[in-house]
């Protein structure tokens, strides 16, 4: 697909997609908070563009995916110091939307531009690879499209959004803007189970935005156009819906054995600050949805959020921020105590 058709068909998505939800959740507590200025350290003559992904690995390096005049995946150490570039000219790097770093380090990136989801091995080479980028030569060779309302393919997606594991290594994508499901493989890649179709009912998705597990299984999905994160079971199963906090587009689950699930009902990527007062948040939960907190305002300067694209919260009170409209990763210390 050329670049052209490509800009084409993600500038036609819908417009719905960017509204804001002001979140329904009332007298929520805030958490004070610090930003780590210049935390990440890039060399010369290298920039970061839209700041889509961000992931930590075991050892603290952090990953960042990145779109700029091309989809880039860039590796830093713990203290912000630029290590290397992984998977330069990959051929399943079109759109960047997500990064992700299992138990094991290996490193994931969603890109929903090729429809792929590529899995890295530590060293940085490529070791599964789930969906099909689309071929030029598809469209060449004038095969029919495929009829509305139809199932979508085990094996294909239509413009991922994120991927998460549980701990038998089973592999759960959310295939968010165009099938509106979620899909789960097994280690190897194998199709297990979906769940999900467009619209607002119970097993329905309006654009799953981002996605995490729990250490029981569970799945969280956010289903950011309509405002609400939604529970599964590991197989799938409905269990709850948390329609409090906003449009979710961001979830990030911690690890250990108090586990806090953080949702971002983020200022959307139009950039139109009359829509400041009903977006902007993170807000920090249990599981079972209860809210703990809330932290975070639309704003361009440090500390502020501008589009908050992916959370990482390998540690629960020191996040990393990926923002689309500032072009950059947000390392946050809270304070859950309230001292600063």
């Known amino acids: 697909m050329s670049k052209i058709i490509l800009t084409a068909a993600l500038l036609a998505a819908p417009l719905f997609a960017q509204a ?10 805030e958490i004070p908070y610090d930003s780590v200025p210049n935390f990440l350290k890039m060399p010369p003559n290298l920039y970061m563009g839209e700041g889509i992904g961000v992931a930590t690995n075991s050892k603290g390096h952090i990953f960042v995916y990145t779109r700029s005049q091309a989809t880039r995946l860039f590796e830093f150490d713990a203290t912000g110091r630029f ?65 509305t309302g139809s199932a979508p393919g085990q094996y294909t997606f239509d413009r991922p959004t994120d991927v998460a594991w549980d701990s038998a290594g089973n592999i759960f994508v959310s295939d968010g803007y165009g099938n509106s499901r979620v899909v789960k493989y097994d280690k190897n890649g194998r ?41 599964f079971d590991n197989d799938l199963t409905f269990k709850a819906s ?10 990030c689950i911690s690890p250990g054995p108090h586990q806090y699930l953080y949702s ?63 072009w950059r990763v947000q390392k946050i210390v809270l304070h859950p105590e309230g001292k600063k």
Request: glycine share 12%.
């Open 20 to 29: 804001p939800a002001k979140a329904k959740a009332q007298n929520v507590p």
């Open 191 to 231: 199709f297990i189970a979906t769940v999900g179709s467009k619209g607002n009912g119970q097993n329905q998705l309006n654009l799953p935005h981002t996605i995490a597990t729990d250490a029981k299984g569970n799945v969280y999905v956010g289903d950011r156009s309509n405002a609400r994160v939604q529970v």
């Open 264 to 326: 971002s009902n983020s200022f959307p990527d139009s950039n139109n600050y009359d829509l400041a007062s009903s977006s902007g948040e993170i807000y920090k939960m249990e599981l079972d949805g209860t809210i703990l907190g809330r932290f975070g305002a639309p704003g361009k300067q440090l500390g502020g959020f501008s589009t908050v694209h992916e959370i990482d919260c390998r540690n629960p009170n020191e996040l990393l921020i990926s923002e689309i409209t500032a």
């Open 242 to 251: 948390y329609d409090n906090v906003g449009a979710p587009w961001a979830l």
């Open 83 to 147: 290590v290397r570039e992984i998977g330069e000219g990959n051929y399943g790097f079109a759109f960047a939307h997500m990064v992700r770093v299992d138990p094991q380090d290996n490193v994931w990136v969603v890109d929903e531009g090729s429809n792929m989801v590529i899995k890295f091995t530590p060293e940085g080479r490529v070791s599964m690879v789930l969906g099909r980028r689309p071929e030029p030569a598809d469209a060449g060779m004038g095969l029919p499209a495929p009829a």
